[in-house]
Nanobody
Framework: QVQLAESGGGLVQAGGSLALSCAAS????????LGWFRQAPGLEREFVAR????????YYAGSVKGRFTISRDNAKNTLYLQTNSLKPEDTAVYYC???????????????WGQGTQVTVSS
């Protein structure tokens, strides 16, 4: 098992940036593919970005590509999401997730953090 805990959310003006982190504990961090998802009120949880076990493959949702960067530090058991040029439509609770296979589907991830709120004001 692996336990995940997000941090770094907050309130930011449109055009601003936030650096999200996801600290892991428990099982071997590098055994898992990792992803970031987000969920806005009344909407389904949606894929944001994912990264392979070694960190050499990354994939982004079209809505964030070029603005967000996913990375991981296996030595520190931490996943990151650098969010730049934020828009009001990026407002959501952001979740990190770990699974055996890196996909865009939330159902393919076994472990989830509790989420961190990102609010972007216009």
């Amino acid at each position: 098992q692996v336990q995940l805990a997000e941090s770094g959310g907050g309130l930011v003006q449109a055009g601003g940036s936030l650096a999200l982190s996801c600290a892991a504990s428990g099982s071997t961090f590098s055994n898992y593919a990792l992803g970031w998802f987000r969920q806005a009120p009344g909407l389904e949880r949606e894929f944001v970005a994912r990264i392979s076990r070694s960190g050499d493959y990354r994939y982004y949702a079209g809505s964030v590509k070029g603005r967000f960067t996913i990375s991981r530090d296996n030595a520190k058991n931490t996943l990151y999401l650098q969010t730049n040029s934020l828009k009001p439509e990026d407002t959501a609770v952001y979740y990190c997730a770990a699974g055996s296979f890196g996909t865009t589907r939330p159902t393919d991830y076994t472990y989830w953090g509790q989420g961190t709120q990102v609010t972007v004001s216009s």
